[in-house]
């Protein structure tokens, strides 16, 4: 399997190279469809030489990718593999050598097809292709605009990248005690969900805007990003605490700022009102700072006891 672009936000140039070698030994390329988002309308995966190929819906065809789904994803195969494609039991698709039933409805969800259909067909032909284009210019802009703030951690040999880029900032932890995570605590109080955090690349930040953000939005969250590393910087050169600090204690929700008490180095405002942007439009956190990897290892349950059903 083989993902292109690959999940590191590159145009991988040997993609040929790799597909013609698993080829020459008697193999199959399945290439992976979550980075179609860079593909529709240029470069086609029958071309540089995958077998087969998944169709991601969700953000490629406007079905949301948040809360783990829904999945649906159409998959296509090169003609010497059609053959062996799944049947139905009850709506025969005439598959010669067919694998058998993997799915309850033989063309997907009802539910979900509908949505992307529905995107395909206003998009039309030369807005997909657009759309593929503005989110590679998006991502690219985002890179440029952070140089000399974050360091980009790959890109192509041209200096360019695809659709989403790849923040280092795990030299923040040995310069500042700052590591993703605080980052990505910090960047809520500045309005925005956190993008990727540790994946592909641990202590790293992944950045992928797509085509749907406005090159508005597309500075209110480079500014942030860059008032962030002015914060670090404060760390830095101790003009801020190593240990409590802005970051450190992120996000800052409504509770504790209207609280009574502010044992706090910095001032309420700085916390809450970190940008212009904030003070025009805020949303607020629910909480602050969670142990999260705690949370993910103990597990507890909030429903009522089974007593609680019982028949009074």
């Known amino acids: 399997m083989v993902t292109y672009p690959s999940t590191h936000g590159v145009f991988e140039a040997t ?41 991601n819906l969700h953000k490629t065809f ?111 932890k040995a310069s500042a005690g700052v590591d993703v995570e605080d980052i990505a605590k910090r960047i809520i109080d500045y309005g925005f969900h956190p993008p990727t955090v540790s994946f592909p690349v641990p202590g790293t930040l992944m950045v992928e805007p797509t085509e749907s953000e406005s090159r508005e939005e597309l500075d209110r969250f480079c500014d942030a990003l860059i008032a962030i590393r002015e914060e670090i910087r404060e760390i830095e050169t101790g003009a801020a605490d190593r240990e409590t600090n802005l970051l450190k204690n992120a996000p800052h929700p409504l509770a504790d700022l209207l609280a009574d008490a502010w044992d706090r180095p910095y001032s309420r405002e700085r916390a809450a009102f970190p940008s212009e942007a904030t003070r025009v439009h805020k949303i607020w956190p629910a909480v602050s700072r969670i142990d999260g990897a705690y949370g993910d290892r103990n597990l507890m349950c909030v429903c009522p006891p089974l007593e609680a059903y019982a028949e009074a």
């Not at 979550?34 to 593909?39: I, P, R, V």
Request: with cysteine; aromatic share 6%; net charge neutral.
């Open 62 to 172: 406007c079905i949301p990718h948040g809360g783990g789904g829904p999945g649906m994803g159409p998959i296509a195969v090169a003609a010497h593999l059609a053959p062996f494609l799944p049947d139905h039991p009850v709506v025969p698709l005439g598959h010669r050598q067919s694998c058998g039933t993997v799915s309850a409805a033989p063309w997907g969800s009802a539910a979900i097809l509908p949505i992307s259909w529905a995107y395909i067909s206003l998009m039309g032909q030369e807005g997909l292709v657009a759309a593929t284009k503005v989110a590679i210019l998006n991502a690219n802009y985002i890179a440029k605009r952070l140089d000399g703030h974050y360091e980009l951690l790959y890109a192509g040999k041209s200096g360019l990248i695809a659709h989403e880029c790849i923040l280092d900032t795990r030299p923040f």
């Open 15 to 55: 993609i040929k190279e790799v597909c013609r070698i698993v080829h020459a030994h008697g193999g199959q390329v399945y290439m992976d469809g979550a980075n179609l988002n860079a593909q529709v309308g240029g470069p086609r995966p029958a071309d540089i030489g995958a077998d087969v190929c998944h169709l």
